[in-house]
């Protein structure tokens, strides 16, 4: 390993430019390929999710590489989630007891051109656009690559290859096509998927409800939620199953059939939705998908980060800050054994996949409690009383949720093991009404954290 390395990525979306953009600011020569074309001058959603929720681990990463301000400067915050019922009631949850604790919604776009035109800037990097992976060489490490503008093939070979290539990552699917080493590898789809759809601005451009919350319309078997935009829309997403129920993607086909679904059950934020029609013809269906594989390298040549070694689902707003993590914590690892490739990927990974793997569980869990558990008078009670113990006891307590969320100096697989813990105890206290027997919220934290520990002490024994 030397600075003259040539570093290839592919893959230039928001973790392949962030890590382009911290190696170039270490002094690495790196070629960044992408796909697509520049999404600086072209429109390239195509249906993607085009805006996400960014929190303190996607911060820190970007703090480190000296974008966290420019990051901000496109943020909304959102301090909580705004619940819809079916009867066109809102009730309102902040995400934190503790002050100053929020997520942001930041469009996709816009934060990814911010990273490219960041890495740009430094002359040892270069951006190759419209140049589409075909298929990686690990022994040799050679990428081959067709250019979709001349439709030529062509190859270029690199002493290293990061594979940021999402979901679908060409450089994983070469890990188990060429059959060099032993290689596990899972993909699970939920049997939901989603649709994106608007709500406008109004007309003078401002937001038609609360830019301040998530917006969540939980209804059991399927949901919407809405996130805010800058131009003053909201970008809607509707999870549905594919063939499940009475309403599914399958049997949602007409007009009519589509506003019978949205009068019965999103009656409010039908009529904010007016051209409900086309956009559910037009806009495509997306799948949910979980990857868990593992090794993430190939010697000291190869490495997969981001969505390429570990896709999950959207619910708990962490893809992005995972992703972006997963630098934060290479960085620091690459600071201990420079100089040696692959001591840098064995420790990465070592380091990194039980808190990828645990962040992938918990994106799971969400999907239910946003789902279903939202609306329950138990989860709600308990919510309830984890804001004020977060409010009188911000330093002693903190939800999972302020763990994952909040906490970047927590790891997801502790916050993962701990938060389930005391999820379970709080659950117990309020089902049982043990809070009629005690005197004040001292001793409510106090009980809280001694089951805590009792239900953390019997999992390690039973090996969970």
């Keep these: 390993m030397n600075k003259k390395d040539n570093i290839l990525i592919i893959g230039a979306g928001l973790c392949g430019s962030l890590l382009a953009l911290r190696l170039a600011q270490r002094g690495y020569k790196v070629e960044l390929f992408e796909s697509r074309p520049d999404l600086r001058t072209n429109d390239i959603s195509a249906g993607r999710s085009i805006n996400l929720a960014l929190s303190d681990r996607g911060f820190k990463a970007l703090r480190l590489a000296g974008v966290e ?13 705004l619940i819809h019922d079916a009867k066109e009631n809102t009730f309102a949850s902040n995400y934190s007891g503790r002050q100053g604790e929020y997520i942001n919604s930041i469009s996709r776009g816009d934060l990814n051109g911010i990273l490219l035109t960041e890495a740009e800037k430094h002359e040892n990097v ?6 589409k992976c075909i298929s990686v060489d690990i022994e040799e490490t050679v990428v081959r690559f067709k ?16 594979g940021t290539d999402g979901a679908g990552s060409v450089l994983r699917k070469s890990y188990y096509l060429e059959r060099k080493f032993l290689f596990s590898y899972s993909q699970n789809y939920l049997t939901h998927g989603y649709k994106e759809l608007e709500i406008p601005a109004d007309a003078l451009g401002n937001h038609q409800i609360s830019k301040d919350h998530l917006h969540i319309w939980p209804r059991g078997e399927y949901m919407l939620i809405a996130l805010p935009n800058l131009d003053g829309s909201f970008t809607v997403t509707l999870f549905l199953s594919y063939d499940e129920g009475e309403y599914n993607f399958n049997n949602l086909t007409t007009e009519k059939r589509i506003t019978e679904f949205f009068e019965k059950e999103f009656p409010d934020a039908l009529k904010l939705i007016p051209s409900i029609k086309d956009e559910f013809f037009n806009n495509p269906t997306g799948a949910l998908g979980t990857v868990k594989c593992s090794p993430w390298f190939y010697k000291g040549n190869t490495v997969l980060m981001g969505d390429a070694a570990h896709a999950i689902v959207p619910f708990y707003g962490q893809g992005m800050n995972a992703s972006f993590e997963d630098v934060t914590v290479f960085d620091t690892i690459l600071d201990k054994h420079e100089g040696n490739w692959e001591a840098v990927f064995k420790e990465y ?25 939202v609306a329950n008078p138990l989860f709600k009670q308990k919510r309830m009383l984890e804001m004020s113990l977060e409010e009188n006891f911000p330093k002693e307590y903190f939800s999972k949720y302020s763990m994952v969320t909040f906490n970047e100096n ?20 309020v089902a049982h009404n043990d809070l009629n027997s005690v005197s004040n919220l001292k001793e409510v934290l106090r009980k809280v954290q001694e089951e805590t520990n009792e239900i953390l002490e019997e999992d390690k024994i039973a090996g969970l």
């Excluded at 301000?69 to 989630?81: F, N, S």
């Excluded at 918990?362 to 789902?371: G, Q, S």
């Excluded at 093991?417 to 105890?425: L, M, P, Y």
């Design 126 to 131: 270069t951006i190759h656009f419209n140049k």
């Design 69 to 81: 301000d420019k990051a901000r400067e496109i943020c909304i915050p959102m301090h909580g989630r």
């Design 349 to 373: 990974q070592l380091v990194r996949k039980e808190d990828t793997d645990a962040i992938a569980d918990l994106a799971i869990d969400n999907y239910y409690e946003m789902r279903d558990h």
């Design 410 to 429: 927590i790891s997801y697989s502790e916050a993962m093991k701990k938060g389930r813990a005391q999820d379970k105890a709080l659950l117990n206290m």
């Design 147 to 162: 250019d979709y503008k001349t439709k030529e093939e062509f190859s270029v070979n690199g002493d290293v290859i990061f």
